[in-house]
């Protein structure tokens, strides 16, 4: 077995991401079956998934990328619980352990054990010398460190499993939209996939609009109405349907277009199929809101000049390499092992 080098991590990475672009074989067969074990996963979803993978792996951002990247000369073992709520959403910590030179211990999720395997082997297709570095595992033993991606309640229990070793222990997030009233309807069309990629299930997904004071709703939802076909998902449409019924049997005041309702609420968490929206009157104010809690945002999606990291309508679910979880920067916590 040849031995692997950042070289030829670089090397492979670049192919990988030219093989994303355009899935045949396994991994084609794979992207046609995952909706039956998972009905999240539609086709266009993993597809979805997979073009940014590929959009990610371009040969001048992995050039960028590697550049602030050490290559482990003692290879630590790291244990990685991934997530499953979009698919393969944790294959970006596969690709941060390997690309440090340190050995994954892969804990699937099983609502997607599937998709990040094939990609994996494709991987080790590429460049062989990556099968010492990957591991498979069902529960975490022998690690040097770990990575966990949870939910809120998980995260306790992590915490307490993990303690004694170096960690990141990720909790929920979500992401929300600054509007100010000058956006264009192709600004609010682009918006729509910032709420509706994958259903809103991911922590890049918006959950909750910040309106200025009067603004008129009918210019969020005209701007929508092209993505109308997701209430034809039966998850989805179950969601609606039941937030709909809590929301009129307690005669809870909210807007409703037939497939999001949108709720007036504080909290930056909404249900699925549920977007919770403020207003404000300064816009200074919605900067120290989200920055005092910035712990609980992933993304902040909007067009004007905030003091902080923000995303451009429709790129949430395009982040960059660097774009790290949490904005905990993962490859330099590999580095300091």
């Not at 077995?1 to 991994?27: C, H």
């Not at 990556?130 to 998980?154: C, P």
């Amino acid at each position: 077995m040849s031995v692997l080098t950042q070289e030829k991590v670089i090397i492979a990475y670049k192919k990988l991401g030219k093989f994303l672009a355009t899935p045949t074989g396994l991994l084609e067969n794979t992207i046609l079956s995952a909706q039956n074990s998972n009905a999240w996963f539609t086709i266009e979803n993993v597809k979805k998934s997979i073009l940014s993978f590929s959009e990610m792996l371009n040969d001048t951002d992995i050039e960028t990328w590697f550049q602030s990247i050490m290559f482990s000369s003692s290879p630590k073992k790291v244990g990685l619980i991934l997530a499953g709520n979009i698919p393969m959403v944790g294959f970006h910590d596969v690709l941060c352990v390997l690309a440090t030179g340190n050995i994954a211990l892969i804990k699937l999720s099983s609502a997607d054990d599937k998709l990040i395997k094939t990609v994996i082997a494709e991987l080790i297709n590429i460049e062989p010398a990556f099968q010492d570095k990957i591991e498979y595992v069902e529960r975490l033993k022998d690690f040097d460190a770990v990575i966990a991606t949870g939910s809120n309640n998980s995260s306790r229990y992590f915490d307490f499993y993990f303690s004694k070793v170096p960690n990141i222990i990720r909790k929920n997030r979500n992401s929300v939209a600054v509007l100010d009233g000058s956006e264009t309807f192709e600004d609010i069309q682009n918006l729509g996939s910032d709420i509706f990629d994958y259903f809103g299930l991911g922590c890049r997904n918006v959950s909750k609009i910040y309106f200025p004071k009067g603004y008129d709703i009918a210019n969020l939802y005209e701007g929508i109405e092209s993505f109308q076909p997701i209430i034809n998902h039966f998850k989805y449409n179950n969601n609606y349907d039941y937030n709909k019924s809590i929301y009129l049997v307690n005669a809870a005041k909210h807007f409703d277009n037939g497939f999001l309702l949108l709720k007036e609420d504080e909290s930056l968490t909404s249900p699925l199929a549920v977007l919770f929206y403020e207003e404000y009157e300064n816009l200074s104010d919605i900067e120290t809101e989200l920055n005092e809690k910035a712990d609980s945002i992933q993304c902040v999606i909007t067009k004007l000049g905030l003091k902080m990291n923000t995303f451009a309508f429709s790129e949430s679910q395009h982040p960059k390499l660097w774009d790290y979880a949490d904005n905990v920067n993962t490859a330099e916590f590999l580095n300091s092992l």
